[in-house]
């Protein structure tokens, strides 16, 4: 009997409705407006994956984004990481980076304006206030060399990578600013994906048909 009476009351708590947690939401958090509708080419953007027909292994990697203050006026401007072919079409424009200003919930490009030079085949982003003045600065690992972007704090950028001692010409596919040493500023981690060579590159086949 005993046992049976702990059974019924197992029953009884598996089959009841989880209790609701202090302050979940319990509205759809699909209902409300969205901000923009990617539909309505609202954003001015088509990630280039750099595939070229070579198969080279880094075209399956995607492209970092990010929404932050650029231009210090309060609300969210977009940063768009773009990929590149291994070797570019002379005739065809590279692809590159994209800083997408909003202006009164319009989106604007207004990368090359603002400094963005990026023309490499970019993968990861971090953004974070390196040099403490208060606003926010870019740093986009690539296929090459890296790109270190300080911002003026007017949402212009000037590319220091160089005279910052950032010297990485790897395959990199990850950052993150973080205080790693915890002396009261940000240190800089970057994650490599893998050594490429183009030169050396040998596709891998199967059953006669190139594969990544």
Do not use: W
């Amino acid at each position: 009997m005993k046992y049976y009476f702990l059974f019924t009351i197992l029953i009884f708590i598996g089959c009841s409705r989880a209790p609701e947690l202090p302050g979940a939401a319990t509205s759809n958090p699909l209902a409300g407006p969205f901000l923009f509708n990617v539909e309505d080419d609202s954003i001015p953007f088509i990630h280039d994956a750099g595939a070229r027909g070579q198969r080279h292994i880094c075209e399956i990697v995607g492209s970092g984004a990010g929404f932050f203050d650029a231009d210090g006026d309060g609300d969210l401007d977009l940063f768009m990481v773009n990929g590149a072919p291994k070797s570019p079409d002379p005739d065809t424009p590279p692809p590159r980076d994209v800083l997408l200003i909003q202006e009164n919930g319009v989106f604007l490009d207004k990368g090359e304006a603002c400094g963005i030079q990026g023309y490499e085949h970019g993968l990861g982003l971090a953004i974070g206030d390196i040099d403490s003045d208060g606003d926010q600065d870019i740093f986009v690992a690539n296929d090459g060399p890296d790109r270190l972007y300080i911002n003026s704090g007017t949402g212009t950028f000037s590319e220091e990578s160089a005279i910052r001692g950032i010297d990485i010409k790897s395959l990199s596919s990850a950052a993150i600013f973080v205080d790693i040493d915890l002396d009261g500023d940000l240190d800089l981690f970057v994650g490599s994906y893998l050594a490429f060579d183009e030169k050396t590159f040998v596709p891998c086949e199967q059953e006669g048909h190139e594969i990544y």
